[in-house]
């Protein structure tokens, strides 16, 4: 028998639950969240920088665990990890022809990468403090990066040499960007300052205006004229590059602007902010167009679409989020609970959501509009477990107050308070012709009788031969499980040893996928179908 690992699932884990097409998953975290996704997150600390491929197909981002990720911006499928670095990510970028990412590091080094084989082709090192920023040339020919040394330097992408060091700054170099044409560098500053340099001879060209605080990000415009800044001055300033003058300051955040960008066609403005938004500003008027809301932590970086009619948003809440540019409109999110969502179940038509909650509630939610149509209260303590019956009509959730419920999913109305347990329970689910629930606690697995709601005996649980109360007619057999180190068959051969890494106390089986939810946080999904893995 021949067996696959299909994805390992990390991060935002502490509920989850396949739609019944498998297309779609839901999950609940710890933001009091429940999001709809088509993949999970990956990161595992604080995201410094996103930016997205040139053709828009793809999104890298930079993060405290010391990786690069490169994502599917339409699925959001996480194409590749990128490891190598020895601390945090502080930028990332694409090069324009989009062969290729760097990358600055807190480890003092450039990194480039090979964008589609995920290769690490050369760590540049020069730099005698972190680097903040990096960024291409318009060619992809040259690499400008910022550094904690208070230098910009420029390197050859090919050779990685360093061709030029640009010293004058008196602060930490915060950020970074070429002209449009490659002529220019400009620099942003912890001084307070933003300078212009010759790219070709290293000569400071000009000395912006100062900001009252350190300056955290910079853009050029499109056609090379202005140039956008962000500062912990809580403020955003247009600047005109030919005169050296400051055209607009953009005042909104309520506090300091991490990231800024120009829209392609030059007309927009995004910043995020230790405020946790997005905002995005007219150009030319300086006027705000849209607050985006959301993030549960500042934001780091931010970062247009090269079509301009999306915005990318990382923050420290390790989080990335793709919003619409135009209307504002994020990724759905369900909001409502008061504290960590802790399960999600979808109902057996994929229409609804059920989540349960740390705020002792069970809540019913509509898949498709987000809108929240119920909330269950009842519970004395927190909800760990959510599931609908087969048939879609009724919810039974287990909780910290020892006990099950079943619930009314259409009215929300309590139907059977089921005591029993020793201690919190901790899971819950339905036989598939709804006639039982099972619920565990750390000391017990009980059967229920959903009409009576009363406690099975041992003597009245169904014959071990016999599944008619466990599994429908029709449904395919569960013929593996994980028995310790080994992966069992339903003659209880050993199919295969499990590493440590992928052991787990949760497991599932359905036909010939296994799924096990392991003590390091992952989903691991296993595939022992002959037609995954034909035989040659």
Known sequence: ??????????????????????????????????????????????????????????????????TVRIWDATTGTELKTLEGHRDCVQSVAFSPDGMLIASGSDDETVGIWDATTGTDLKMLEGHQGGVHSVTFSPDSMRIASGSEDKTVRIWDTTTGTELKKLE????????????????????????????????ITG?????????????????FSPDGMHIVSGSKDKTVRIWDVTMGTELKTLEGHLSWVQSVA????????????????VRIWDATTGTELKTLE?????????????????????????TVRIWDATTGVGLKKLEGHQDWVRTVAFSPDGTRIASGSYDETVRIWDAITGTELKTLEGHQGWVRSVKFSHDGMRIASGSDDKTVRLWD?????????????????QSVTFSPNGRHIVSRSAY????????????????????????????????????YRLAGEWIENEDGAKICWVPDRYRGTVQACWGEKLVIGTKYGRVVILDFSPATHPRH
Request: glycine content about 12%; proline content about 4%.
């Open 444 to 479: 017990s697995v009980l059967i229920w009788d959903t009409v009576t709601g009363s406690l099975l005996n041992v003597s009245d649980l169904p014959s071990p031969d016999c599944d008619q109360d466990v599994m429908e007619s029709g449904a395919p057999r569960q013929s």
């Open 409 to 425: 999913a259409t009215t929300g109305n309590e139907l059977k308070k089921l005591e029993g347990h020793q201690g919190r329970v």
């Open 262 to 277: 120009f829209s392609p066609d030059g007309t927009r403005i995004a910043s995020g902010s230790g405020d946790e938004t």
């Open 168 to 199: 004058g700054h008196q602060g930490w170099v915060r950020s970074v960007t070429f002209s449009p044409d490659g002529m220019r560098v400009a620099s942003g500053s912890s001084d307070k300052t933003m300078r212009i340099w010759d790219a």
């Open 1 to 66: 028998m021949e067996w696959g690992l299909l994805r390992t699932l990390n991060g935002h884990g502490a509920g989850v639950s396949f739609s019944p097409d498998g297309m779609r998953i839901a999950s609940g975290s710890n933001d009091k969240t429940v999001r709809i996704w088509k993949t999970l997150e990956g990161h595992q600390d604080w995201i410094r920088s996103v930016t997205f491929s040139p053709d828009g197909m793809r999104i890298a981002s930079g993060s405290e665990d010391n």
């Open 294 to 318: 959301g993030h549960r932590y500042r934001v780091e970086s931010v970062t247009f679409s090269p079509d301009g009619m999306c915005i990318a948003s990382g923050s420290r809440d390790k």
């Open 203 to 219: 000569t400071e060209l000009i000395n912006l205006g100062r900001h009252q605080d350190s300056l955290r990000s910079i853009s």
